[in-house]
Protein backbone atom coordinates (compact mmCIF):
# COMPACT_ATOMS: atom_id res chain seq x y z
CA UNK A 1 0.00 0.00 0.00
CA UNK A 2 1.47 3.57 -0.93
CA UNK A 3 1.31 6.15 1.24
CA UNK A 4 1.33 9.59 0.72
CA UNK A 5 3.80 12.45 1.39
CA UNK A 6 3.29 14.95 3.53
CA UNK A 7 6.26 17.00 2.24
CA UNK A 8 5.15 16.72 -1.69
CA UNK A 9 1.16 16.87 -1.36
CA UNK A 10 1.24 20.76 -0.55
CA UNK A 11 0.05 21.85 -3.89
CA UNK A 12 2.99 24.02 -4.67
CA UNK A 13 5.61 21.43 -4.13
CA UNK A 14 3.50 19.32 -5.73
CA UNK A 15 3.85 21.50 -8.93
CA UNK A 16 7.50 21.84 -8.17
CA UNK A 17 8.03 17.86 -7.91
CA UNK A 18 6.03 17.15 -11.00
CA UNK A 19 8.01 19.44 -13.32
CA UNK A 20 11.17 18.09 -12.05
CA UNK A 21 10.24 14.13 -12.77
CA UNK A 22 9.21 15.08 -16.26
CA UNK A 23 12.72 16.03 -16.89
CA UNK A 24 14.57 13.24 -17.78
CA UNK A 25 17.12 11.53 -14.97
CA UNK A 26 19.68 14.22 -14.16
CA UNK A 27 18.55 16.91 -16.09
CA UNK A 28 18.05 20.11 -14.44
CA UNK A 29 16.25 23.31 -14.69
CA UNK A 30 17.29 26.52 -14.42
CA UNK A 31 15.67 28.44 -11.59
CA UNK A 32 13.90 31.61 -12.89
CA UNK A 33 12.67 29.38 -15.73
CA UNK A 34 10.94 27.04 -13.60
CA UNK A 35 9.46 29.82 -11.17
CA UNK A 36 7.99 31.85 -14.19
CA UNK A 37 6.58 28.31 -15.41
CA UNK A 38 4.88 27.77 -12.37
CA UNK A 39 3.72 31.15 -11.65
CA UNK A 40 5.19 31.69 -8.39
CA UNK A 41 6.97 34.68 -6.47
CA UNK A 42 10.93 34.67 -5.47
CA UNK A 43 9.86 34.35 -2.16
CA UNK A 44 7.55 31.74 -2.22
CA UNK A 45 9.28 29.31 -4.50
CA UNK A 46 12.66 29.90 -2.57
CA UNK A 47 10.55 28.25 0.13
CA UNK A 48 9.36 25.38 -0.67
CA UNK A 49 12.29 24.57 -2.71
CA UNK A 50 14.21 25.03 0.81
CA UNK A 51 11.94 22.31 2.22
CA UNK A 52 12.29 19.46 -0.83
CA UNK A 53 16.09 20.17 -0.18
CA UNK A 54 15.65 19.49 3.07
CA UNK A 55 14.07 16.35 2.87
CA UNK A 56 16.56 15.35 0.29
CA UNK A 57 14.12 15.47 -3.05
CA UNK A 58 15.61 18.17 -4.93
CA UNK A 59 19.15 19.46 -5.35
CA UNK A 60 19.90 22.86 -5.71
CA UNK A 61 23.31 23.84 -7.57
CA UNK A 62 24.37 27.06 -8.25
CA UNK A 63 26.92 27.88 -11.07
CA UNK A 64 27.96 30.72 -13.31
CA UNK A 65 27.16 30.47 -17.27
CA UNK A 66 28.90 33.05 -19.44
CA UNK A 67 30.01 34.36 -16.13
CA UNK A 68 26.67 35.10 -14.85
CA UNK A 69 25.31 33.36 -11.69
CA UNK A 70 22.80 30.57 -12.59
CA UNK A 71 20.62 28.11 -10.50
CA UNK A 72 19.58 24.87 -11.44
CA UNK A 73 17.55 22.34 -9.64
CA UNK A 74 17.00 18.37 -10.04
CA UNK A 75 14.79 15.84 -8.28
CA UNK A 76 17.11 13.31 -6.57
CA UNK A 77 16.82 9.94 -6.84
CA UNK A 78 15.06 9.84 -3.62
CA UNK A 79 12.69 12.52 -4.73
CA UNK A 80 11.49 10.75 -8.06
CA UNK A 81 10.70 7.74 -5.49
CA UNK A 82 8.53 9.53 -3.36
CA UNK A 83 6.97 11.08 -6.30
CA UNK A 84 6.23 8.03 -7.36
CA UNK A 85 4.97 6.69 -4.05
CA UNK A 86 3.22 9.52 -3.70
CA UNK A 87 1.18 9.33 -7.10
CA UNK A 88 0.07 5.30 -6.51
CA UNK A 89 -1.33 6.70 -3.31
CA UNK A 90 -3.46 9.26 -4.68
CA UNK A 91 -4.64 6.38 -7.58
CA UNK A 92 -4.88 4.06 -4.86
CA UNK A 93 -7.51 6.86 -3.44
CA UNK A 94 -9.54 6.49 -6.86
CA UNK A 95 -9.43 3.62 -7.31
CA UNK A 96 -10.66 2.65 -4.30
CA UNK A 97 -13.23 5.51 -4.49
CA UNK A 98 -14.40 4.15 -7.61
CA UNK A 99 -14.60 0.37 -6.31
CA UNK A 100 -16.95 1.60 -3.50
CA UNK A 101 -19.62 3.42 -5.93
CA UNK A 102 -19.51 -0.12 -8.09
CA UNK A 103 -20.39 -1.85 -4.79
CA UNK A 104 -22.96 0.76 -3.92
CA UNK A 105 -24.71 0.23 -7.29
CA UNK B 1 -3.59 12.82 6.10
CA UNK B 2 -7.04 12.95 5.12
CA UNK B 3 -7.25 13.03 1.17
CA UNK B 4 -10.66 12.64 -0.08
CA UNK B 5 -11.24 11.56 -3.92
CA UNK B 6 -12.11 14.95 -5.22
CA UNK B 7 -8.40 16.26 -3.66
CA UNK B 8 -6.76 13.29 -5.43
CA UNK B 9 -8.62 13.75 -8.94
CA UNK B 10 -7.35 17.63 -8.75
CA UNK B 11 -3.69 16.49 -7.40
CA UNK B 12 -3.42 13.95 -10.58
CA UNK B 13 -4.74 16.74 -12.88
CA UNK B 14 -2.52 19.21 -11.93
CA UNK B 15 0.42 16.90 -11.80
CA UNK B 16 -0.36 15.77 -16.11
CA UNK B 17 -0.70 19.45 -16.59
CA UNK B 18 2.20 20.68 -15.00
CA UNK B 19 4.32 17.64 -16.63
CA UNK B 20 3.34 18.67 -19.97
CA UNK B 21 3.96 22.50 -19.13
CA UNK B 22 7.67 22.05 -18.62
CA UNK B 23 8.25 19.66 -21.31
CA UNK B 24 6.58 21.92 -23.55
CA UNK B 25 8.00 25.04 -22.39
CA UNK B 26 11.68 23.59 -22.56
CA UNK B 27 10.80 22.58 -26.18
CA UNK B 28 9.50 26.21 -26.81
CA UNK B 29 12.80 27.86 -25.23
CA UNK B 30 14.83 26.21 -27.80
CA UNK B 31 12.74 25.45 -31.19
CA UNK B 32 10.10 28.10 -30.72
CA UNK B 33 12.50 31.03 -32.07
CA UNK B 34 14.12 28.87 -35.21
CA UNK B 35 10.91 27.85 -36.43
CA UNK B 36 9.28 31.39 -36.20
CA UNK B 37 12.39 32.73 -38.28
CA UNK B 38 12.65 30.11 -40.72
CA UNK B 39 8.94 30.44 -41.13
CA UNK B 40 8.82 33.92 -41.85
CA UNK B 41 11.85 33.57 -44.04
CA UNK B 42 10.10 31.07 -46.11
CA UNK B 43 6.72 32.84 -46.58
CA UNK B 44 8.38 35.62 -47.81
CA UNK B 45 10.70 33.61 -50.11
CA UNK B 46 8.00 32.18 -51.39
CA UNK B 47 5.98 34.95 -51.82
CA UNK B 48 8.37 36.61 -53.40
CA UNK B 49 9.50 34.15 -55.81
CA UNK B 50 5.53 33.92 -56.75
CA UNK B 51 5.09 37.64 -57.58
CA UNK B 52 8.78 38.09 -59.04
CA UNK B 53 9.71 34.76 -60.48
CA UNK B 54 12.31 36.00 -62.33
CA UNK B 55 14.28 37.34 -58.95
CA UNK B 56 13.76 33.86 -57.50
CA UNK B 57 17.43 33.04 -57.06
CA UNK B 58 18.22 36.16 -55.70
CA UNK B 59 15.83 36.18 -53.24
CA UNK B 60 15.84 32.81 -51.93
CA UNK B 61 19.86 33.54 -51.83
CA UNK B 62 19.73 36.46 -49.68
CA UNK B 63 16.76 35.21 -47.78
CA UNK B 64 18.55 31.84 -46.99
CA UNK B 65 22.05 33.96 -46.08
CA UNK B 66 19.65 36.31 -43.62
CA UNK B 67 18.53 32.80 -42.04
CA UNK B 68 21.97 31.61 -41.42
CA UNK B 69 22.75 35.49 -39.77
CA UNK B 70 19.66 34.71 -37.67
CA UNK B 71 20.09 31.18 -36.50
CA UNK B 72 23.34 32.55 -35.62
CA UNK B 73 21.97 35.23 -33.30
CA UNK B 74 19.67 32.94 -31.62
CA UNK B 75 22.20 31.06 -30.87
CA UNK B 76 24.37 33.63 -29.36
CA UNK B 77 21.30 35.04 -27.42
CA UNK B 78 20.26 31.79 -26.29
CA UNK B 79 23.70 30.61 -24.80
CA UNK B 80 23.97 34.46 -23.85
CA UNK B 81 20.71 34.32 -21.64
CA UNK B 82 21.93 30.66 -20.17
CA UNK B 83 20.31 27.64 -20.72
CA UNK B 84 16.46 26.96 -19.46
CA UNK B 85 17.55 23.04 -18.74
CA UNK B 86 21.27 21.29 -18.65
CA UNK B 87 21.58 17.76 -19.19
CA UNK B 88 25.14 15.60 -19.02
CA UNK B 89 24.62 14.62 -22.10
CA UNK B 90 23.98 17.91 -23.23
CA UNK B 91 27.52 18.36 -24.83
CA UNK B 92 27.34 15.22 -26.57
CA UNK B 93 24.05 16.05 -28.36
CA UNK B 94 25.21 19.57 -29.13
CA UNK B 95 28.65 18.70 -31.04
CA UNK B 96 26.36 15.94 -32.82
CA UNK B 97 23.30 18.10 -33.72
CA UNK B 98 26.46 20.76 -35.38
CA UNK B 99 27.75 17.77 -37.62
CA UNK B 100 24.18 16.98 -38.23
CA UNK B 101 22.60 19.96 -40.26
CA UNK B 102 26.18 20.25 -42.71
CA UNK B 103 25.80 16.32 -43.12
CA UNK B 104 21.56 16.92 -44.06
CA UNK B 105 23.00 19.34 -47.02
CA UNK B 106 25.86 17.84 -47.80
CA UNK B 107 23.78 14.63 -48.71
CA UNK B 108 20.95 16.71 -50.50
CA UNK B 109 23.08 18.04 -52.66
CA UNK B 110 24.91 15.11 -53.14
CA UNK B 111 21.78 13.36 -54.14
CA UNK B 112 20.70 16.85 -56.15
CA UNK B 113 23.78 15.86 -58.46
CA UNK B 114 22.20 12.44 -59.03
CA UNK B 115 18.34 13.13 -59.77
CA UNK B 116 19.20 16.30 -61.44
CA UNK B 117 15.73 17.83 -60.69
CA UNK B 118 14.64 19.83 -64.80
CA UNK B 119 13.18 22.43 -63.02
CA UNK B 120 12.70 24.92 -59.54
CA UNK B 121 9.94 23.41 -58.40
CA UNK B 122 11.26 20.04 -58.61
CA UNK B 123 14.46 21.09 -57.00
CA UNK B 124 12.11 23.07 -54.17
CA UNK B 125 10.61 20.24 -52.73
CA UNK B 126 13.64 17.46 -53.12
CA UNK B 127 14.92 20.17 -50.43
CA UNK B 128 12.07 20.71 -48.48
CA UNK B 129 11.39 17.50 -48.17
CA UNK B 130 14.74 16.78 -46.96
CA UNK B 131 15.06 19.46 -44.73
CA UNK B 132 11.96 18.21 -43.14
CA UNK B 133 13.30 14.52 -43.19
CA UNK B 134 15.93 16.22 -40.39
CA UNK B 135 13.19 17.88 -38.48
CA UNK B 136 11.34 14.50 -38.39
CA UNK B 137 14.98 12.73 -37.22
CA UNK B 138 16.00 15.43 -34.86
CA UNK B 139 12.22 15.26 -33.17
CA UNK B 140 12.95 11.27 -32.58
CA UNK B 141 16.00 12.06 -31.70
CA UNK B 142 15.14 14.66 -28.72
CA UNK B 143 11.84 13.13 -28.19
CA UNK B 144 9.97 15.84 -29.56
CA UNK B 145 6.96 14.66 -31.48
CA UNK B 146 5.70 17.67 -32.17
CA UNK B 147 8.74 17.99 -34.66
CA UNK B 148 8.27 14.65 -35.75
CA UNK B 149 4.71 16.00 -36.43
CA UNK B 150 5.32 19.11 -38.26
CA UNK B 151 8.01 17.06 -40.62
CA UNK B 152 5.53 15.06 -41.26
CA UNK B 153 2.70 17.19 -42.24
CA UNK B 154 5.37 19.67 -44.28
CA UNK B 155 6.28 16.82 -46.34
CA UNK B 156 2.96 15.92 -47.17
CA UNK B 157 1.62 19.68 -47.88
CA UNK B 158 4.91 19.71 -49.78
CA UNK B 159 3.73 16.06 -52.07
CA UNK B 160 0.41 17.61 -52.23
CA UNK B 161 1.88 20.80 -53.99
CA UNK B 162 4.28 19.23 -55.90
CA UNK B 163 1.67 16.68 -57.17
CA UNK B 164 -1.41 18.41 -56.93
CA UNK B 165 -1.52 21.69 -57.49
CA UNK B 166 -0.76 23.58 -60.98
CA UNK B 167 2.61 24.92 -61.16
CA UNK B 168 1.34 28.38 -61.02
CA UNK B 169 0.02 28.28 -58.01
CA UNK B 170 3.29 26.38 -56.23
CA UNK B 171 5.19 29.04 -54.09
CA UNK B 172 1.51 30.14 -53.16
CA UNK B 173 0.38 26.90 -51.99
CA UNK B 174 4.17 26.77 -50.02
CA UNK B 175 3.88 30.47 -48.25
CA UNK B 176 0.91 29.30 -46.55
CA UNK B 177 1.56 25.25 -45.96
CA UNK B 178 4.86 24.93 -45.22
CA UNK B 179 6.50 28.34 -44.14
CA UNK B 180 2.65 29.04 -42.57
CA UNK B 181 2.96 25.44 -41.09
CA UNK B 182 6.66 26.59 -39.70
CA UNK B 183 5.39 29.91 -38.69
CA UNK B 184 2.33 29.28 -37.12
CA UNK B 185 3.86 26.28 -35.06
CA UNK B 186 6.78 28.53 -33.91
CA UNK B 187 4.24 31.59 -32.48
CA UNK B 188 1.68 28.77 -31.20
CA UNK B 189 4.78 27.32 -29.31
CA UNK B 190 6.10 30.91 -28.01
CA UNK B 191 2.78 32.17 -27.15
CA UNK B 192 1.17 28.85 -25.51
CA UNK B 193 3.63 26.90 -24.15
CA UNK B 194 5.91 29.82 -22.01
Not at chain 2, 115 to 118: A, T
Given at each position: MAELDNTIHQPVRLQIMSSLV????GEEIEFVHLRKLLNLTDGNFGAHLAKLEEAGYVKVKKTFVVRKPRTFITATGKGRDAFEEHISALKQIIGAQQKNNLKGK | MNVTNEDAVQSLAQVEEVMAKTRQSLVSAYAGSFLILWGFIWVVSYLGTHFFLMWADWIWNISSALGIIGTVFIIRRQYGQGPARRNPSDKRFLLRTILFWPLVFAYAFAWLSI????NGIELNAFLVTAVMFAYVVMGLWFGSWLMVILGVVVTGFTLVGFHLIPAEYYCLWMAVTAGGGLLGTGLYMKLRWR
Open positions: ALDA | VKPS
